[in-house]
């Protein structure tokens, strides 16, 4: 069979092939692969948060502040989320490679002495925008996918977003390949890869026509099973990186074997899913053959016009057009009601809050303020700020963490790698075990919120008491816990409120973390350890050594953030008790039903800029 496949793609490698791979959606896909484990630089703090801490005199409460600002222009989107609502997503990834550039070189400047050294203030700025780029790509390839496979979104999602949790882990080997051991050298790598990538890639990012079921997009299995392909492949890669890990924690390699380890081998395994993509459009092209082999007597009637690449772009304009025409006609048919006469602004204003505060059924589109004002979202949102805020404040704070309990720096490290591959680990198992449990059990994903909330309490509970050795467990526990978060709240909301305005919704979900980092990584870790450290050196941080040691140094901070992980899950048990009716039913049906679908606004297709 595999010979077959080969054989029969080695005659399809034509140009014409060549271009419907590349104008193709499961390029598209690849393309956001890329851009995606290029885009979790605010996962890696950690492994430079020490040089940055002593390079430039910070004490613990002011580098926990530039790790919330570096949270803060992470996960707040909205400026994102906007924009990618009225332009193609290249506009927002380009806007996204500019503030990377920026804010990153500036940092990287300011660490290595190459400027003046900034005020704080300055430096808030500077990560803060760097960070930020980092929503522009989430928003402009998982926004994009979502749209593009509307009926496989907790799957693609939780692939996607894998590739973002295995970003942290890619970039370790990367900067240990070209720059060799050095933590400020990371930075500067963190400065333009992302760049590079996203200008390699960033038009082949664009949301296309969603036809249900058509021999031309092939059907929800067909799909799923080149989404396994891919999962196939991210598991592979996270397997070479956690071996990469664990052997580099034993053996020392030299600056060329990491170069081998780091650069040839792992860009071949990033490259590995053009495979998969090349394979889902020959089989997309076999399928079209078939059909048009049929015998007439037999075929039954055509689905609707399936744009290829040779279609591109007239093709959906005509369509567009006549779409248009036909909508128009039917308008003009139907009965015309008298005038009304002109409202008052008093009445819109009325009209406008009273539409607000009566939203649709769960499952269809809201309005951007019918879904900010809705008792579902802001549950939602309490309980990702309990469980996101805890699991990030143990992330960032891992570099001191290990540091207190009196682990040596590589092994610091390790625990920091570590947490990118159970965060890949954690996303990955979340998107695909929620699609299943929902598919075949109607098991709520609001429930599985729950279940992460609750193992991440064991995380911190480790973390809080010191036990020996128990970092390695903290550090997993922490780390898949946080990756799990996300595809299950990114997927809920698309869920609950509709695809319409998707990108603006997601990005006000992201907006819980930093809220969350501030106030229990911030208010509470930071100002906690100064306290401990001041005790420890005389009740003065002023000109002397700012490093707290002890297992105190985080105890009362981690027991109370296990009290907030707690409220959290009663938070999320509400939620469940809102929605188990909701996902008891089809919550798919709208995009099963419909001859062909466009998720791109509402419900006409959007023409996108070739």
Same mark, same amino acid.
């Given at each position: 069979?595999?010979?077959?496949?080969?054989?029969?793609?080695?005659?399809?490698?034509?140009?014409?092939?060549?271009?419907?791979?590349?104008? $193709?959606?499961?390029?598209?896909? *690849?393309?956001?692969?890329?851009?995606?484990?290029?885009?979790?630089?605010?996962?890696?703090? $950690?492994?430079?948060?020490?040089?940055?801490?002593?390079?430039?005199?910070?004490?613990?409460?002011?580098?926990?502040?530039?790790? *919330?600002?570096?949270?803060?222009?992470?996960?707040?989107?909205?400026?994102? $989320?906007?924009?990618?609502?009225?332009?193609?997503?290249?506009?927002?990834?380009?806007?996204?490679?500019?503030?990377?550039?920026?804010?990153?070189?500036?940092?990287?400047?300011?660490?290595?002495?190459?400027?003046?050294?900034?005020?704080?203030?300055?430096?808030?700025?500077?990560?803060?925008?760097?960070?930020?780029?980092?929503?522009?790509?989430?928003?402009?390839?998982?926004?994009?996918?979502?749209?593009?496979?509307?009926?496989?979104?907790?799957?693609?999602?939780?692939?996607?977003?894998?590739?973002?949790?295995?970003?942290?882990?890619?970039?370790?080997?990367?900067?240990?390949?070209?720059?060799?051991?050095?933590?400020?050298?990371?930075?500067?790598?963190?400065?333009?890869?992302?760049?590079?990538?996203?200008? %390699?890639?960033?038009?082949?990012?664009?949301?296309?026509?969603?036809?249900?079921?058509?021999?031309?997009?092939?059907?929800?299995?067909?799909?799923?099973?080149?989404?396994?392909?891919?999962?196939?492949?991210?598991?592979?890669?996270?397997?070479?990186?956690?071996?990469?890990?664990?052997?580099?924690?034993?053996?020392?390699?030299?600056?060329?074997?990491?170069?081998?380890?780091?650069?040839?081998?792992?860009?071949? %395994?990033?490259?590995?899913?053009?495979?998969?993509?090349?394979?889902?459009?020959?089989?997309?092209?076999?399928?079209?053959?078939?059909?048009?082999?049929?015998?007439?007597?037999?075929?039954?009637?055509?689905?609707?016009?399936?744009?290829?690449?040779?279609?591109?772009?007239?093709?959906?304009?005509?369509?567009?057009?006549?779409?248009?025409?036909?909508?128009?006609?039917?308008?003009?048919?139907?009965?015309? /009601?008298?005038?009304?006469?002109?409202?008052?602004? =008093?009445?819109?204003?009325?009209?406008?809050?009273?539409?607000?505060?009566? /939203?649709?059924?769960?499952?269809?589109?809201?309005?951007?303020?019918?879904?900010?004002?809705?008792?579902?979202? %802001?549950?939602? *949102?309490?309980?990702?700020?309990?469980?996101?805020?805890?699991?990030?404040?143990?992330?960032?704070?891992?570099?001191?963490?290990?540091?207190?309990?009196?682990?040596?720096?590589?092994?610091?490290?390790?625990?920091?790698?570590?947490?990118?591959?159970?965060?890949?680990?954690?996303?990955?198992? =979340?998107?695909?075990? =929620?699609?299943?449990?929902?598919?075949?059990?109607?098991? /709520?994903?609001?429930?599985?919120?729950?279940?992460?909330?609750?193992?991440?309490?064991?995380?911190?509970?480790?973390?809080?008491?010191?036990? /020996?050795?128990?970092?390695?467990?903290?550090?997993?526990?922490?780390?898949?816990?946080?990756?799990?978060?996300?595809?299950?709240?990114?997927?809920?909301?698309?869920?609950?409120?509709?695809?319409?305005?998707?990108?603006?919704?997601?990005?006000?979900?992201?907006?819980?973390?930093?809220?969350?980092?501030?106030?229990?990584?911030?208010?509470?870790?930071?100002?906690?350890?100064?306290?401990?450290?001041?005790?420890?050196?005389?009740?003065?941080?002023? $000109?002397?050594?700012?490093?707290?040691?002890?297992?105190?140094? *985080?105890?009362?901070?981690?027991?109370?953030?296990?009290?907030?992980?707690?409220?959290?899950?009663?938070?999320?048990?509400?939620?469940?008790?809102?929605?188990?009716?909701?996902?008891?039913?089809?919550?798919?049906?709208?995009?099963?039903?419909?001859?062909?679908?466009?998720?791109?606004?509402?419900?006409?297709?959007?023409?996108?800029?070739?």
């Amino acid at each position: 069979m595999v010979l077959a496949f080969v054989g029969g793609a080695s005659a399809m490698l034509t140009p014409r092939f060549a271009r419907q791979v590349v104008l $193709g959606r499961w390029f598209m896909v *690849f393309a956001c692969v890329l851009i995606l484990s290029a885009s979790g630089a605010t996962f890696i703090f $950690g492994m430079y948060s020490k040089v940055l801490k002593s390079s430039l005199g910070y004490d613990q409460r002011t580098l926990n502040t530039l790790a *919330f600002f570096k949270d803060l222009g992470y996960n707040v989107g909205i400026l994102a $989320g906007l924009i990618n609502e009225v332009t193609p997503p290249w506009v927002g990834l380009s806007i996204g490679a500019a503030l990377n550039l920026f804010g990153y070189l500036m940092v990287y400047l300011a660490i290595d002495g190459r400027t003046a050294r900034p005020p704080v203030w300055l430096m808030c700025i500077y990560i803060c925008v760097g960070a930020n780029s980092q929503s522009f790509a989430n928003t402009c390839a998982l926004v994009t996918c979502v749209k593009n496979f509307p009926e496989s979104r907790g799957v693609v999602l939780g692939l996607l977003k894998s590739f973002t949790g295995l970003s942290g882990a890619i970039f370790a080997q990367l900067y240990l390949a070209i720059y060799g051991d050095d933590a400020k050298s990371l930075v500067l790598l963190i400065a333009w890869l992302p760049v590079l990538v996203s200008f %390699l890639v960033v038009h082949a990012v664009r949301i296309m026509p969603y036809y249900p079921l058509s021999s031309g997009s092939g059907s929800t299995a067909t799909n799923n099973r080149a989404f396994f392909w891919l999962l196939y492949i991210s598991i592979s890669l996270a397997g070479y990186l956690l071996v990469m890990i664990v052997v580099q924690q034993r053996i020392n390699f030299s600056h060329a074997a990491y170069a081998v380890s780091g650069t040839a081998v792992l860009v071949l %395994l990033l490259l590995l899913p053009l495979a998969a993509v090349v394979k889902q459009e020959y089989m997309i092209i076999k399928g079209k053959e078939l059909v048009a082999d049929e015998p007439t007597t037999l075929r039954e009637p055509p689905p609707p016009t399936v744009l290829t690449a040779d279609d591109e772009p007239d093709a959906l304009q005509m369509v567009t057009v006549s779409a248009i025409v036909v909508e128009t006609e039917a308008e003009a048919e139907a009965p015309t /009601p008298q005038q009304q006469p002109p409202s008052s602004s =008093s009445s819109n204003l009325g009209s406008c809050l009273k539409h607000m505060f009566t /939203p649709p059924a769960r499952g269809e589109d809201y309005s951007i303020l019918q879904a900010l004002v809705s008792i579902d979202m %802001l549950l939602l *949102f309490l309980a990702t700020i309990c469980g996101a805020g805890g699991t990030l404040t143990a992330i960032d704070n891992m570099g001191q963490i290990g540091q207190s309990l009196g682990y040596p720096a590589k092994t610091i490290n390790t625990f920091v790698s570590l947490i990118s591959i159970w965060n890949y680990a954690g996303r990955v198992t =979340s998107g695909f075990t =929620s699609e299943m449990l929902l598919s075949r059990y109607k098991l /709520p994903r609001t429930l599985m919120v729950t279940a992460v909330l609750l193992l991440s309490c064991v995380g911190h509970l480790l973390i809080a008491f010191g036990v /020996p050795q128990s970092l390695y467990l903290a550090s997993v526990l922490v780390g898949f816990c946080f990756g799990a978060l996300w595809p299950l709240v990114y997927a809920i909301i698309s869920e609950v409120f509709g695809l319409k305005y998707y990108s603006t919704l997601y990005n006000f979900g992201t907006v819980a973390s930093p809220v969350g980092a501030y106030l229990l990584n911030v208010r509470v870790s930071g100002y906690l350890y100064d306290v401990e450290a001041a005790k420890q050196h005389g009740g003065a941080l002023a $000109g002397v050594d700012k490093t707290c040691m002890g297992v105190q140094c *985080f105890h009362k901070s981690f027991l109370v953030i296990t009290g907030v992980t707690v409220l959290g899950i009663l938070v999320s048990l509400v939620l469940v008790w809102r929605t188990t009716s909701f996902y008891k039913g089809d919550i798919y049906a709208r995009f099963r039903h419909s001859d062909s679908v466009s998720v791109a606004g509402e419900g006409q297709p959007r023409k996108e800029a070739e």
